[in-house]
């Protein structure tokens, strides 16, 4: 499990835009495309990574690969946040845009 400060750095991130996630593919069958380890495993191993109840992938930009696919960044690797740090996370992402938008409109 990562740490609160973990995940506030990552929440962190992708405000930067230093972090692509699953929910910038349209098409979630997209999804075995930009992270290509997902796409490389057997049925076993994809039950496995299913059974730790992922709730967002995602990695950081600066290990894309050197082609893009469809417009998207492709990657050798992945990350992932389960449930239970995705309860954490959400709120954190929510409450950095919420702020953002505040400064906006002051």
Do not use: C, H, W
């Not at 973990?6 to 593919?25: C, G, P, S, T, W």
């Not at 992270?35 to 992922?54: I, Y």
């Not at 709730?55 to 690797?77: C, H, Q, T, W």
């Not at 995705?86 to 845009?97: N, T």
């Amino acid at each position: 499990m990562k740490t609160r400060e973990e995940l506030k750095q990552l929440a962190l991130d992708v405000i930067e835009n230093k972090v692509f996630i699953d929910r910038y593919i349209e098409n979630p069958k997209d999804i075995p495309m930009v992270f290509m380890v997902l796409g490389l495993m057997d049925t076993k191993q994809l039950e496995e990574f299913q059974n730790m109840k992922p709730v967002m992938v995602y990695e950081y930009l600066d290990k894309a690969g050197p082609r893009s696919i469809n417009g998207m960044p492709g990657f050798f690797s992945f990350q992932f946040l389960t449930e239970e740090e995705g309860e954490i996370f959400f709120p954190l992402i929510k409450s950095l845009v919420d702020q953002r938008q505040q400064f906006l409109e002051s």
